[in-house]
T-cell receptor, first 108, second 117 residues
Framework: GQQVMQIPQYQHVQEGEDFTTYCNSS?????IQWYKQRPGGHPVFLIQ?????EVKKQKRLTFQFGEAKKNSSLHITATQTTDVGTYFC????????FGAGTTVTVRA | GAVVSQHPSRVICKSGTSVKIECRSL??????MFWYRQFPKQSLMLMAT?????????EQGVEKDKFLINHASLTLSTLTVTSAHPEDSSFYIC?????????????FGQGTRLTVV
């Protein structure tokens, strides 16, 4: 499957601050999905991006798909303790291939 | 959203024994199910793709004789870890897609934490 690099691997955030996690591919992606896995849990679907330059928002989460469809980002504003978990970007070429994930911890 | 049920959630077995993990799509039909393994603090690694009524497709480096996959119906896939060893201890997760909508989200089971002693 397609390989994606995801950075940073760990993100320790002060509650109320913003942060961004990035996903990069060497090849053009048909689409990209984002999942969140809480500690001890299973991945839960957040969003799918398909179009070049697409931007989608879910409350405090903003997802972006690059113009060349080779990168994607997830930006979270005003981080809350409920945002704790690991965020994965996932390529979707019939089978799902997970990036390394960004594990987010929040300090109150 | 759709529900995928995975059973058991935890299992401890002795080295050399076999363990079967079940993955069921409860409210949709899944032509394809995926099996992943996740080691602590690591990402999900795809082990195999399970297609209903046909042989599973294994990823490179995954032993098909050790990890037996059966997808006998559109709602059930099983993974059997044969002759388990301590290094097989891991978190195993299945996922499934609705047979009609293959380009949308996948639904994941709760995962099975396998400990081989």
């Amino acid at each position: 499957g397609q390989q994606v690099m995801q950075i940073p691997q760990y993100q320790h955030v002060q509650e109320g601050e913003d942060f961004t996690t990035y996903c990069n591919s060497s090849t053009t992606l048909s689409n990209i999905q984002w999942y969140k896995q809480r500690p001890g849990g299973h991945p839960v679907f957040l969003i799918q991006l398909v179009k070049s330059g697409e931007v989608k928002k879910q409350k405090r989460l903003t997802f972006q798909f690059g113009e060349a469809k080779k990168n994607s980002s997830l930006h979270i504003t005003a981080t809350q303790t409920t945002d704790v978990g690991t965020y994965f970007c996932v390529t979707n070429d019939y089978k799902l291939s997970f990036g390394a994930g960004t594990t987010v911890t929040v300090r109150a | 959203g759709a529900v995928v049920s995975q059973h058991p959630s935890r299992v401890i077995c002795k080295s050399g024994t076999s363990v079967k993990i079940e993955c069921r799509s409860l409210d949709f039909q899944a032509t394809t199910m995926f099996w992943y393994r996740q080691f602590p603090k690591q990402s999900l690694m795809l082990m195999a793709t399970s297609n209903e009524g046909s042989k599973a497709t294994y990823e490179q480096g995954v032993e098909k004789d050790k990890f037996l996959i059966n997808h006998a119906s559109l709602t059930l896939s099983t993974l059997t870890v044969t002759s388990a060893h301590p290094e097989d201890s891991s978190f195993y997760i299945c996922s499934a897609r609705d047979r009609v909508q293959t380009n949308t989200e996948a639904f994941f089971g709760q995962g099975t934490r396998l400990t081989v002693v």
